[in-house]
């Protein structure tokens, strides 16, 4: 089952296999021509992703859009406890998605559309944030004044610009950065005066004094290249 989101279609969902001028099921990769499809809108959420769920019952997932689009579809997977059983492939619509870089997935869209149709889905984290929010390529905090600790390394003391959160195979992880020391573990903990936060390129709508990225429970079903 093939989810085209975002791209000019807004309100309510296309059905399968629809398509009209400016939806993004006129304009998937041709290797996907003829997997069922349904368009539906940017960031989308229960009354747009739960009745393709539950109509179709698909046991793959390919999300077209970009890393906020593919958030938000996992988000409606952890609410149905799906995580285990629904596996799902990325054609990203930007070559510079950060998520296609956290799980090494093709950027071009036609390698991407081949990987999802063939490649293989392996158990990766899940990591989820205390806003209900889920994090699949980079997330920042930003003007950042207070302490960060990755699990019990203390990451971050003090006030930095910019502190870069991203998901991987062994939990979450900050990047190196001035002020900022690079560590992975299960829980990246913040605690602030107030910062901006962004998450998959959404800016959270508040200024926050704490965040918390975390490694859920079960993992994630992503279909990804196959390492040699």
């Known amino acids: 089952m093939l989810l085209t989101v975002g791209d000019g279609a807004t309100g309510r969902r296309l059905p399968f296999h629809g398509s009209r001028p400016g939806s993004g ?44 689009d593919l ?6 997977l952890l609410r149905k406890d799906l995580l285990g059983t629904v596996e799902v492939a990325f054609v990203p619509t930007s070559r510079r998605s950060p998520a296609a870089a956290a799980w090494e997935l093709p950027r071009d869209r036609a390698q991407a559309a081949a990987l999802a149709l063939d490649g293989q889905a392996s158990p990766v984290p ?9 994090l699949v390529g980079r997330g920042e905090v930003r003007n950042l004044r207070g302490e960060a600790y990755c699990d019990n390394t203390l990451v971050v003391r003090g006030t930095v610009r910019r502190l870069v959160a991203t998901p991987g ?60």
């Open 25 to 68: 099921l006129a304009r998937v990769p041709a290797a996907l021509a003829s997997v069922p499809a349904v368009a539906l809108p940017s960031r989308p959420g229960r009354g747009d992703v739960d009745p393709v769920l539950d109509e179709q019952r698909p046991g793959r997932l390919i999300v077209s859009g970009d890393d906020a």
């Open 71 to 76: 958030a938000a579809v996992l988000v409606r």
């Open 126 to 134: 899940l990591i989820r944030d205390d806003a209900g929010g889920v």
């Open 169 to 228: 195979p062994d939990g979450v992880s900050s990047e190196r950065g001035r002020g900022v020391t690079p560590a992975t573990g299960r829980a990246l903990q913040i605690g602030c005066v107030g910062a901006t936060v962004v998450v998959n390129g959404v800016e959270h709508p508040r200024v926050v004094p704490r965040w918390v990225w975390y490694r859920h429970t079960t993992d994630w079903l992503l279909v990804r290249p196959t390492k040699p």
